[in-house]
């Protein structure tokens, strides 16, 4: 399947068989880049902020939320932080009553744990957050391990991934990770893990480069073809040595 034009797509990365893919989740399986923008334009607005252009706020998706607050509104007063969150909590809750994944994702993650990929997700977002979306879109089971931004060191720190691959007993090289941020791509690089950048969630293609991921596609389909084609469930039938001989 085409790589994006620009990628710095690594030959190897054609032939690598992945027995775990662990996802990032805002902007790369769930449609929400637009709520948590929203959300925090709103938030900054409500305390008389200075308000941040769409960019602004998108680069700090998948950060902690102490770490997008430094990043976004260094001058945010630390007596402000508790009304700032309750206030972007609340404007986020308000915009994510359409809350969805992508077209295709579902569908995705279930054939993908039906072949025996083990599944993970690596978030900013908090842990009830993330419980909460796992239960309200349907997919309890469907991952072996999770982490977020309370219970691992955030983003770009690789201790999320680190700890992934401890729990799931797997080395670094039996691993994927798949995000649309270069915080996702450089905790891949620190973590020894290769990685798929996405750049139809909250970075643009352009800064994704930057982190030189292993491989990186443009759409939504591109990303599921790619990954479905690299990844290695524990059922699927293996090549028998008698398989090798036939011509």
Not at 21 to 41: E, P, Q, R
Not at 158 to 163: I, N, R
Not at 171 to 183: I, K, R, W, Y
Request: glycine share 6%; net charge negative; with cysteine.
């Amino acid at each position: 399947m085409p790589e994006h034009p620009t990628s710095p797509f690594q030959p190897q990365a054609a032939q690598a068989a992945y027995q775990a893919v662990i996802f990032d989740w805002d902007g790369t399986l769930l449609d929400s880049t637009h709520h948590i923008t929203g959300a925090l334009i709103a938030a900054c607005r409500d305390l008389d902020l200075r308000e941040p252009s769409r960019e602004e706020a998108g680069w700090v998706i998948g950060l902690s939320l102490q770490a997008a607050l430094y990043r976004l509104v260094p001058e945010l007063p630390a007596g402000q932080v508790e009304r700032f969150v309750e206030r972007y909590k609340f404007h986020f809750m308000q915009l994510q009553t359409d809350m969805h994944l992508f077209d295709g994702q579902a569908q995705l993650l279930r054939d993908l744990h039906a072949r025996g990929v083990i599944l993970g997700v690596a978030t900013g977002k908090t842990r009830l957050g993330l419980d909460r979306s796992i239960e309200l879109l349907g997919l309890d089971g469907i991952f072996q391990a999770t982490r977020t931004a309370d219970e691992a060191r955030g983003k770009p720190d690789p201790d999320m991934l680190e700890q992934l691959l401890v729990e799931l007993a797997l080395p670094s090289e039996a691993a994927l990770m798949v995000g649309d941020t270069t915080h996702d791509i450089l905790m891949a690089h620190a973590a020894h893990v290769d990685s798929l950048a996405v750049s139809y969630g909250a970075h643009r293609a352009s800064l994704l480069e930057t982190a030189n991921p292993t491989a990186q596609v443009a759409t939504v389909t591109d990303m599921q073809a790619w990954v479905r084609a690299r990844a290695r469930g524990v059922r699927e039938p293996q090549p028998t040595a008698a398989d090798s001989n036939l011509s």
